[in-house]
C-alpha cells in the first residue's frame, strides 16, 4: 500500500494518508478523514473552552457557581454534586430515531435539553477558578493542571508549587514566566530548562544554577549571556542590570533574545522516543504527528495524551485509553469514535459527556449505562440491529466518519483553544456558520493605568490589592484581552518575595504570548543544517532529514539529534 493524497474539504490543501494510518482507519471501520491534520485539529479544539469562566447558579441547586458555561447559553448547567446525583434521569430525555432526518440535527436537540456538567475539576481544595484541573490547593487561573499548590494564572503545570504565569512546567516550585521546564526552583523567564535553579532569560539549559540569559548550557554556574563569571564578579553584575525593575528586565530580555536566536537548536523538543514525529513528546514509539505527550504507542495525530495506544486524532487522551479516533478529552476509553468527554466508555460513538458507559451512540450526559441511542435505553439485540441502520443513514447525509461539527459545539468559538491556535474573526466565524460570542460589557472602572505602574518592586504600595490595573494592550491585541486585572494576595506575595515588578498585561494577554513562544503543532520536513567537521557525518554537511515543528521560512539553525548533542554535551 502506497501513500494515498486527497485534497482538504474546508482549506482545499492537499495532505496525505499513510498506509498506516489508512490501516488503522479500516480496522476502526471509518471511512478516510475529508479533512487535513490542521483543520481536524481545529475542529476537535473548538469544542474545548478551558480558560473562560463564569459566574451562574446551579439549575437544579441554586447555588452559585464558576462555570465554563456563560448565562446566556441555551444549557442547563448543574454543579458536580448535582450532576453526579440523584436528583435528575438521563434516560428521561431519551428520543426515537428519526430516520426522515439528518441524525446529528437530532444529537443537537438532545444537547439543548440535557444538563451539563459546570466544568471539569476533581478533587480541588481552595481553587474555584480552574478548569481542566485536580487535585490543586490554593490555586487561581490555572488550567489543564493537575497536583499543583499555591500558583496561578498556569498552564499544563504538574506537581508544583509557588508558580506564577507558567506554561508545560512540571515538578517546579517558585517559578515565574516560564515554558516548558522541569524540576527547576526560582527559575524566571526562562524555557526548555530542566533540573536548574536560580535562572532567568535562559532556554535549554540543564542543571545549571545561577545562569542569566544564557543557552544550552550544561551543568555550568555563575554564566550570563553564556559567558563565565567568578561568583563575586557574576553577584556584582547582576546587580548593575536592576533586574527588580520593569526597565531593568524589558531591557535586558532584549539582548537575551538576540543572543539565543544565534543558537542552533535541535529539531524538536523530547527524549526516550523511537520512530516519532512530533514536538514535545517523550517516551513514546511508533507515533507520528504528537505533541505534548508522554507514554503515546502506535497512534497519530494527538494532543495532550498520556499511556494511548493506538489511538489517532485526539485532543487530551490519557490514562490507557485504546483503539479510539476523532475523540476529545477522553480517560480511560476502548473503542470509542467521535467522542467528546468520554471517560471510561467502551464501544461508543457520537457521544458527548458519559462515563462508564458500554454500547451506546449518540447519547448525552449516560453514567453507567449500555445500549442506549439518543439516550433511550434498548435491549442488546435491538441495539445492535439499530446502530449500523443509523451508520448507514449517517453516511448518506455525509454525516458519518466525521467529529461534530464546529457548530455543534457547546462553545462560541472565540471562547476556545481553536481561537489560541487558529484565529477567525467574528465575521469570517459568523460567515462559516461558526457560533461567536459577543464581547461582555465589563462592569468596572479602571484605577490605575499601565503607565501607572511603579517600576520597581521596592515601590509597589500597599493598596495595591484594590486596584483594578488598566491592561498595557487595553483590547487592542488578539489574545482577548479583558482591558483590566487584578493582582491578588498570594501573587503580590511572590512578586515582593522576588523582588519582581508588576506586571502590566492581562492574564490573557500574558498566555497568548507564552503561546507565541512555542512552535506551532504543524510539521514541515527539513534537514540538520550542521557543517561542523569532526560530527557522525565526516567532513561533509550532515544530511539527517526530519520533520520539525520549525517552519522553512525561520532563520533558526537546525540540527538533527546526534550533531546537537555533539555540539552540547
Known amino acids: 500500500m502506497s501513500d494515498q493524497e486527497k485534497e482538504c474539504l474546508n482549506c482545499k490543501q492537499y495532505f496525505v494518508i499513510a498506509p498506516d494510518d489508512a490501516s488503522f482507519y479500516e480496522k476502526m471501520s471509518v471511512p478516510l478523514p475529508t479533512l487535513c491534520p490542521s483543520c481536524r485539529f481545529q475542529r476537535r479544539y473548538a469544542w474545548r473552552n478551558e480558560r473562560n469562566l463564569y ?6 441547586c441554586k447555588r452559585s457557581m464558576i462555570t465554563i458555561y456563560s448565562p446566556d447559553k441555551p444549557f442547563v448547567v448543574y454543579c458536580n454534586e448535582c450532576y453526579h446525583g440523584d436528583g435528575w434521569d438521563p434516560l428521561s430525555f431519551g428520543k ?4 426522515s432526518r439528518p441524525f446529528l440535527e437530532q444529537f443537537k436537540e438532545l444537547q439543548l ?5 459546570y466544568a471539569f475539576v476533581f478533587q480541588n481544595s481552595n481553587s474555584e477558578y480552574t478548569n481542566g484541573a485536580a487535585y490543586n490547593k490554593d490555586c487561581y487561573l490555572t488550567f489543564v493542571s493537575d497536583h499543583n499548590q499555591d500558583s496561578a494564572y498556569s498552564y499544563g503545570t504538574n506537581h508544583s508549587i509557588g508558580v506564577i504565569d507558567c506554561y508545560g512546567c512540571n515538578e517546579c516550585e517558585l517559578c515565574y514566566e516560564s515554558l516548558d521546564c522541569n524540576k527547576c526552583y526560582q527559575v524566571l523567564f526562562s524555557q526548555d530548562c530542566s533540573d536548574s535553579q536560580n535562572l532567568m532569560f535562559c532556554k535549554n539549559c540543564a ?3 545561577d545562569c542569566i540569559g544564557s543557552v544550552n548550557l550544561r551543568n555550568k554556574k555563575y554564566h550570563i549571556l553564556n559567558m563565565p563569571y567568578t561568583k563575586e564578579d557574576y553577584l556584582e553584575k547582576v546587580k548593575s542590570l536592576h533586574l527588580d525593575t520593569h526597565q531593568g528586565l524589558e531591557a535586558f530580555k532584549k539582548e537575551a533574545a538576540t543572543l539565543a536566536s544565534r543558537f542552533m537548536k535541535k529539531y524538536y523538543h523530547g527524549f526516550q522516543n523511537r520512530d516519532v514525529t512530533g514536538d514535545y513528546v ?11 505527550s508522554t507514554a503515546v504507542e502506535d497512534s497519530s495525530y494527538i494532543n495532550h495524551g498520556h499511556k494511548v495506544t493506538h489511538c489517532s486524532d485526539g485532543y487530551v487522551v490519557v490514562d490507557q ?3 479510539s479516533y476523532e475523540i476529545v478529552s477522553a480517560i480511560a476509553v476502548n473503542n470509542v469514535k467521535f467522542g467528546y468527554c468520554v471517560w471510561h466508555d467502551s464501544d461508543s460513538e457520537y457521544c458527548d459527556t458519559c462515563e462508564n458507559c458500554t454500547n451506546i451512540f449518540g447519547c448525552v450526559g449516560l453514567r453507567k449505562q449500555s445500549y442506549c441511542i439518543l439516550n433511550k435505553q434498548y435491549s442488546p439485540e435491538e441495539y445492535m440491529a439499530l446502530v449500523p441502520r443509523i451508520i448507514e443513514h449517517m453516511k448518506i447525509g455525509g454525516e458519518y466518519g466525521e467529529f461534530f461539527p464546529i457548530n455543534l ?10 481561537q489560541e491556535y487558529f484565529p477567525l474573526n467574528k465575521e469570517k466565524a459568523l460567515e462559516k456558520g461558526i457560533p461567536w460570542k459577543a464581547i461582555e460589557n465589563r462592569n468596572y472602572a479602571i484605577t490605575m493605568k499601565s503607565d501607572g505602574i511603579p517600576n520597581s518592586s521596592r515601590d509597589i504600595p500597599e493598596t495595591i490589592e484594590k486596584e483594578i490595573i488598566g491592561c498595557e494592550h487595553a483590547g487592542n491585541c488578539a489574545e482577548g484581552c479583558t482591558t483590566a486585572f487584578i493582582i491578588i494576595p498570594q501573587e503580590l506575595q511572590y512578586y515582593r518575595r522576588m523582588n519582581l515588578p508588576l506586571p502590566r498585561l492581562c492574564p490573557n494577554c500574558r ?3 507564552r503561546l507565541k513562544m512555542r512552535n506551532p503543532r504543524k510539521l514541515w520536513n527539513r534537514s540538520c543544517s550542521c557543517m561542523m567537521h569532526g560530527h557522525s557525518h565526516g567532513d561533509n554537511g550532515c544530511s539527517e532529514e526530519f520533520a520539525t515543528s520549525y517552519a522553512p521560512d525561520r532563520p533558526e539553525h537546525m540540527y538533527c539529534e546526534k550533531c546537537y548533542q555533539a555540539e552540547i554535551s
Open 55 to 60: 459566574r451562574q447558579a446551579c439549575g437544579l
Open 511 to 513: 498566555h497568548g504570548l
Open 113 to 117: 435539553e440535557v444538563p451539563r456538567l
Open 321 to 323: 485509553s485504546q483503539y
Open 282 to 292: 517523550s517516551n513514546s514509539k511508533n507515533s507520528s504527528y504528537i505533541f505534548d
Open 207 to 209: 542543571n545549571c544554577q
Open 96 to 99: 426515537d430515531v428519526d430516520f
Open 409 to 418: 459545539s457547546p462553545f462560541a468559538y472565540n471562547e476556545t483553544v481553536a
